[in-house]
């Protein structure tokens, strides 16, 4: 198989390794709209040729989205207008908007909506890593409006990288993303700011990090040109998981400022119970 | 030297191994007002023999008070009460309240108030690790009113362990604390409590919770015993701390809600500048 990724980025990149390494593709050729992407890229290995665009979909089998999910929908039409039995997959972190977008193409049974969940704080081709993806889960959007030969493909690819695989509606995708993994970026930020806020009376505030703010605010030094537009493609979601967890903080900041040792005590064994998801 | 650990939790008994590991003590005493704590502790071999308080104390070198914050300042005047060259340390997470409370104590040149910045998730004898602290700041508060011999025991041990030793003071360390330390704490309760939440309505809603939600989540399976002692006794930092929070998360949400691109790419470049600091 001959693939084509488009985006080579942390996602991308990462993606390219891992279908060399796992067999998967002899040829990988990689598309980036930045040169000095394409360029690292291609010095890191990551792919075996940088070509242009409209060269680098003819004649491949497999067509990989890895760009920032504003730019997904419009590309995945333009891509579909030019493929017969091409497989077109994307893996963006939001799902609605691009399956709503591509409904009604003619070539809707060629494209695979997928979104792994995996990623790094960091970014770029210099972020791709091998061995990504692996033990994480990967979201299969409306399968049944995917070829049989495309779904088999493209769930071929993450089984072999070792991802279990979760069906989902979009929807359901981007209201569960939303509480799983967008707020956990808006609450890494903010905390970011709060604490660089109160740099500028207390030089010396960041002496005291230790191991818990650290994985706390880790998030926060993630890209804004990967993340502004997952927040805004999501934003009816992720405003309702920021409108309910400010509710919850300023509970447990009432409860703290009455010393209601009882209601935290009920909040905390409840918020312990966490313990079931995560090990 | 012989030493007295009071408490044999996750700190104390962490404390503990590092006293004996490092050849520090001889002889590490254990004092738990839970009997079955002190049974695993003595089975783990954190300690090398279990005693009342009282008998703990008699004759011994040194005095480690590895208690929940409410209980230090007490048990602090009750022991000093009875010491005479020992060197009685704690390493308790508040330390305004502390030295307030000894301030005047005829033996206050004995005590050294110290809070090591290092801790998990876990609680209790058998959360305790060998090799803990190392490479932690240590802090110190009010240097100066202990006694140089009981000042220069405690930090021959921190430094022996292999932490670098900040002085500060207590109401210093106590603001600094609630912004790199109990913040964390309470955005990650209340984070479980929002999905948690969720669940209710949606059972899967964790089937996507990837590795950036786990990180900042993680502290939310941190004992309520440990945590409401900390969280009452430094409240009004904490307040002002979660007050700030909060209103930086309502800011970022009012740009999301706008689609305020400038505002949110200058914000998250600002959090960004969390780099400088965690690598």
Redesign the interface.
């Known amino acids: 198989m001959i693939a084509t990724v488009i985006g080579l980025g942390l996602i991308g990149g990462s993606f390219a390794l891992a279908l060399k390494d796992k067999g998967l593709a002899e040829r990988v050729i990689g598309v980036d709209n930045n040169p000095a992407n394409a360029a690292k890229a291609l010095e890191r290995g990551l792919v075996d040729e940088v070509l242009p665009l409209d060269s680098a979909v003819e004649g491949v089998d497999l067509i990989v989205l890895a760009i920032p999910v504003n730019a997904i929908p419009l590309l995945a039409v333009k891509i579909l207008n030019r493929v017969d039995r091409q497989i077109v997959m994307d893996m963006g972190s939001t799902k609605e908007e691009l399956c709503e977008v591509i409904a009604q193409h003619n070539k809707r049974g060629r494209f695979v909506a997928t979104h792994p969940?995996?990623?790094?704080e960091y970014s770029g081709p210099e972020a791709a890593v091998r061995g990504a993806f692996a033990g994480?889960?990967v979201?299969i959007c409306q399968r049944e409006l995917s070829d049989p030969d495309a779904v088999a493909t493209v769930e071929g690819i993450y089984e072999r990288i070792g991802m279990p695989i979760?069906e989902m509606e979009p929807e359901?995708?981007d209201?569960?993303?939303a509480?799983?993994?967008h707020?956990?970026?808006?609450?890494?930020?903010?905390?970011?700011?709060?604490?660089?806020?109160?740099e500028r009376e207390?030089a010396?505030?960041?002496?005291?990090?230790?191991?818990?703010?650290?994985?706390?605010?880790?998030?926060?030094?993630?890209?804004?040109d990967m993340?502004?537009p997952i927040?805004?493609k999501n934003?009816y979601n992720?405003?309702d998981?920021?409108?309910?967890?400010?509710h919850?903080?300023?509970i447990?900041?009432r409860m703290?400022?009455r010393?209601d040792?009882e209601g935290?005590?009920a909040?905390?064994?409840?918020?312990?119970?966490?313990?079931r998801?995560?090990h």
Chains 1, 2 share one sequence.
Not at 117 to 120: A, I, R
Request: aromatic share 6%; no cysteine.
């Open positions: 969940m995996w990623g790094t994480r889960s979201v979760i359901e995708h209201l569960h993303a509480y799983v993994s707020i956990s970026q808006v609450t890494s930020y903010a905390l970011a700011l709060t604490v660089l806020e109160k207390e010396k505030i960041f002496a005291l990090a230790g191991g818990g703010f650290e994985s706390t605010v880790r998030l926060a030094k993630s890209s804004g993340w502004i927040l805004l934003k992720v405003l998981v920021l409108r309910e967890h400010i919850q903080l300023q447990m900041r703290i400022e010393d040792v935290l005590r909040a905390i064994l409840k918020a312990n119970s966490i313990r998801i995560i």
